[in-house]
């Protein structure tokens, strides 16, 4: 089916493992985002896409890696995590400016 | 300091009445705003949006007023009904086409 889907749903690990996220959308959308969603924050901007190889910085970038070597993927990577970084993440797309943005179901990480 | 601010958390409405959720912000570079409701265990869902250069813009039940002049947002919602209760979102888009949310209000709809 076409959209947006993020794996794994669940997940847990612990202090100082690496973990990643993935993030695939089937729309063939330039832009691509990754929030994280925190009680009393909304969801804040981790790191954003505009196309394939260009990534830059939201407004929670630290402890997070990002890639996109194709246009339909975008993973989301913790080095060493903390458990500060225990959070629901919420990746998005969207094609064109002044557009929507479409959310996957998000992704439950408790880091212990 | 939040740029985008609902400040209700919780709205609790009779089912048919008007939901009113309001949303502020600071930015004055925001030029697209919009609103997502979400459900739990899911990701949020477009609902409706608005551009700057209007002040109001409709959608079925659903309708977004822009107060550009107060920086102020609000979503009515008539009627309620049950199935409307859920989180939603207020977002403000900047011309990086970012999104800044807002922290999101719980509206309950009662039968």
């Known amino acids: 089916d076409a959209g947006i889907t993020q794996s794994p749903r669940y997940k847990i690990t612990e202090t100082g493992r690496q973990v990643t996220l993935m993030c695939h959308q089937t729309?063939?959308?330039?832009?691509m985002f990754w929030y994280r969603q925190d009680l009393g924050h909304g969801l804040r901007l981790i790191y954003y896409s505009a196309a394939a190889d260009i990534t830059d910085k939201g407004e929670v970038p630290d402890g997070y890696v990002v890639s996109r070597s194709k246009t339909e993927n975008f993973p989301l990577t913790l080095e060493s995590a903390t458990r500060s970084q225990t959070s629901v993440y919420f990746c998005a797309s969207t094609g064109q400016y002044n557009q929507p943005q479409h959310f996957g179901d998000g992704t439950r990480l408790s880091i212990l | 300091d939040q740029q985008v601010k609902q400040n209700s958390p919780s709205l609790s409405v009779q089912e048919g009445r008007i939901s009113i959720l309001n949303c502020d912000y600071t930015n004055s570079m925001f030029d697209y705003f919009l609103w997502y409701k979400k459900y739990p265990a899911e990701g949020p869902t477009f609902l409706i949006s608005i551009s700057s250069i209007k002040d109001k813009n409709e959608d079925g039940r659903f309708t977004v007023f822009l107060n550009k002049s107060a920086k102020h947002l609000s979503l009515h919602i008539v009627p309620s009904q049950p199935g409307d209760s859920a989180v939603y979102f207020c977002a403000a888009q900047d011309a990086g086409n970012m999104l800044t949310f807002g922290g999101g209000t719980r509206l309950m709809v009662k039968p």
């Open positions: 729309w063939s959308h330039s832009y």
